[in-house]
């Protein structure tokens, strides 16, 4: 089994979708000559050509507008927005129409696209470059929202997105683009939408998060474990759907959780997640439930980045402060 | 009915006065003073010299990701040198040499591509915008701006940049259009460098021009040399008359070229050639427009040297100032995060100002639960 990075990965879910279905198009800005400003369309477009493989000018709405087209004419098309932050344009076409279209026309239109971004913090990045704001997408009926957190998983989903028959969303975590290597099967490997994987398995609290704050809650993990203290750690991977089974199962074991993502707090995933405990596993709660989260502010210039974003030892003062709490729900 | 043919009127020039050797063409070139020819060259020189100087201390790691300039002086100074104080002068990323000419410090731009907010501080006594990176949503801004100076009765133009690649989003046909319908006294000046990050100009439009979208909005419009700070001056000047006087708006395409990388993440060698490269460095604007200072006598070698001299006094200087900015304990307070999201900060926003603060707290090993 090879090992790669992530970015490598991504690349490798795209070589092996376009060998296997010609319907794939990959189109967006710099993704063709170029190879995409983070290399992840490196090789296609000197494989497959400018017909497969299309640089578009620069307009995001003109990307999935035109991508949402080519689906309808079926095609399978995966659009790159280059950073999550230029994606406003172009959300306008998801909503009103990718989101939609299989809806209004009761079945006989649909829209299997994939919308590829990198996203959030970490690089000391200009402005407009590290935004998370995932929770519009998840907040968006008809599409699917998935975030992979490392090589393995990222290959897996891109897949399945790909042959997903609904819009997906797939936001890319560029903080963890090449921060480490993983065994990715040389078999092709498709991992379902809409289930979460357990990262790490414990019995004393449980720490929900995805995408690059994965490693913030491994690092918390790690640190509390000294202490004695066992987190399971749940890695969504997919937000809309979102596998909340798999989160409530945790729950009645531990009773305690915190919910990590570097996005804003407020309507944020964390939210939607813990309104959900509410309906369905509230009595099993020992203590109430902590986010550690962005803040609600627009995301810091690179001077500050460190700050706004979740780290372990945010992680570590969350769980403290409700490991002490005792509900005695048990 | 027959077929009869529509009417539109369709005249579009291209201007140039200063030529690739620095000649000039002697009936077009613009009524300047030596002093106004010698600001022009100081702003020019001192632009070039931060560039290349930011360009050192991005290497070292002094600055994170910038956008180069090089190249791009004549377009933003000689728009520059055709507004008033007063007037407004909106850009993209590549406006430094013009940007300094209206009077933002020098440190201001080390500032920003150190990661500081301050950078953008649009400095008081200007109503001008900061750097605007998400691609041509500055457009409709400039519209706004100019709306609100014919709603006030003002005499006042708004000069707002963009690039090729920008003319591709929906917002740069949209802002176009409400300039035109509202007779809005902006001056848009599309900084066309021929490259959106790797995608060249055949592949953003089939056009030729970006300059004939003026004739389907019907207003002015005109296509100059952008390395020739004198053409861009003139023909700045020009619409920035019209405006005054309440004739509208004016699109200028001015044609240069992105020498240096799109942004120092970017290799410019996957998509385009060095000899490519290389016939535009010749045409590029420091060296003709020297060459017409020589020739007019307004520049001597030692004069030239003591400007050098006085420049990068200038810059050292202020990276000294940007230096001692980026240590301070006011500029580097991890709680001013919170300080400028609103007005009148929220309660969850206090909450999270607070929580970040037990959290810095902890860091410093000052922590002590129940202390907050």
New interface residues.
């Given amino acids: 089994m090879p090992e790669m990075n992530m970015a490598k990965a991504i690349n490798l879910a795209l070589h092996e979708a376009m060998a296997k279905d010609d319907r794939v198009i990959v189109l967006g800005?710099?993704v063709?000559?170029?190879?995409g400003?983070f290399r992840i369309t490196e090789g296609l477009s000197a494989k497959y050509g400018d017909k497969r493989v299309i640089?578009?000018?620069?307009?995001?709405?003109?990307i999935i507008g035109a991508a949402i087209g080519m689906a309808i004419y079926g095609l399978r098309p995966v659009c790159e927005i280059q950073f999550a932050?230029?994606d406003y344009?172009g959300y306008q076409q998801m909503e009103s129409h990718a989101a939609r279209f299989r809806n209004r026309t009761r079945g006989r239109i649909t829209v299997p696209l994939v919308m590829r971004a990198p996203y959030g913090g970490g690089i000391?990045?200009?402005?407009?470059?590290s935004e998370s704001k995932e929770a519009i997408y998840a907040h968006t009926p008809g599409l699917k929202l998935v975030i992979p957190s490392g090589p393995r998983n990222a290959r897996a989903l891109l897949l399945a997105a790909i042959a997903d028959p609904d819009p997906v969303i797939y936001y890319e975590p560029k903080a963890i683009y090449r921060l480490f290597r993983e065994e990715v099967p040389e078999k092709t490997e498709i991992m379902p939408l809409g289930k979460a994987n357990i990262a790490r398995v414990g019995k004393d609290i449980t720490l929900i998060t995805y995408g690059a704050s994965l490693q913030a809650a491994l690092g918390a993990a790690e640190k509390l474990a000294q202490e004695n203290i066992d987190c399971e750690i749940i890695d969504l991977l997919s937000l809309s759907p979102l596998d909340i089974d798999t989160i409530i199962d945790s729950l009645k074991k531990t009773g305690r959780a915190v919910i990590i993502h570097e996005a804003p707090?407020?309507c944020g995933v964390a939210a939607e997640i813990i309104a959900q405990i509410n309906e369905y596993a509230l009595l099993y709660l020992e203590a109430p439930i902590k986010r550690v989260t962005g803040?609600?502010?627009?995301f810091?210039?690179?001077?500050?980045?460190q700050?706004?974003l979740p780290d372990s030892?945010?992680v570590v003062?969350a769980c403290r402060s409700i490991l002490e709490v005792d509900g005695d729900n048990k | 009915m027959p077929r009869t043919p529509v009417n539109i009127s369709a005249q579009i020039d291209y201007l140039s006065i200063l030529d690739e050797q620095g000649k000039v063409d002697k009936n077009l070139e613009p009524n300047l003073s030596a002093d106004q020819l010698k600001t022009l060259y100081h702003y020019m020189l001192l632009g070039r010299r931060l560039d290349e100087r930011m360009l050192i201390m991005q290497r070292q790691g002094r600055l994170s990701t910038f956008a180069q300039c090089t190249g791009h002086e004549a377009i933003s100074l000689g728009a520059a040198f055709a507004i008033n104080k007063s007037d407004s002068f909106v850009p993209y990323y590549r406006e430094l040499a013009g940007m300094l000419y209206r009077g933002w410090p020098i440190e201001k731009f080390l500032l920003y591509w150190n990661g500081f907010e301050e950078g953008a501080m649009v400095p008081d006594d200007l109503m001008d915008l900061p750097f605007c990176v998400p691609i041509s949503s500055q457009l409709l801004h400039a519209v706004g701006m100019g709306m609100a100076i014919n709603i006030k009765n003002e005499k006042r133009v708004v000069i707002v940049f963009f690039g090729d690649g920008a003319a591709s989003e929906g917002d740069c046909h949209e802002a176009l259009n409400f300039a035109g319908v509202f007779n809005v006294p902006v001056i848009f000046m599309c900084v066309n460098n021929q490259y959106a990050i790797s995608v060249p100009l055949s592949r953003q439009m089939k056009a030729k021009t970006i300059v004939q979208r003026a004739v389907a909005y019907d207003m002015p419009g005109i296509q100059v040399d952008g390395n020739d700070i004198l053409a861009v001056y003139s023909a700045t000047k020009d619409a920035v008359t019209r405006a005054r006087e309440g004739d509208g708006p004016t699109l200028i395409e001015a044609i240069t070229y992105r020498i240096a990388p799109h942004t120092t993440a970017d290799d410019p060698k996957h998509y385009r050639s060095d000899e490519e490269v290389a016939i535009w460095l010749k045409r590029e604007p420091l060296v003709r427009f020297r060459q017409y200072m020589y020739d007019k006598n307004l520049i001597s070698k030692a004069e030239e040297e003591k400007l050098e001299e006085q420049i990068s006094n200038d810059i050292k200087k202020a990276i000294e100032k940007e230096e001692l900015l980026a240590k301070s304990p006011e500029f580097n307070d991890p709680l001013h995060i919170f300080d400028y999201a609103y007005g009148e900060m929220p309660p969850c926003v206090q909450r999270q100002r607070k929580e970040l603060e037990e959290y810095l707290q902890y860091k410093r090993g000052s922590y002590k639960k129940g202390e907050n």
Avoid: I, M, N, W
């Fill in positions: 800005q710099d063709g000559r170029d190879e400003v640089d578009t000018p620069l307009a995001e709405s003109g932050g230029f344009y000391r990045a200009p402005e407009h470059h707090r407020t803040y609600d502010t627009p810091p210039y690179f001077s500050k980045e700050f706004y030892d945010k003062l």
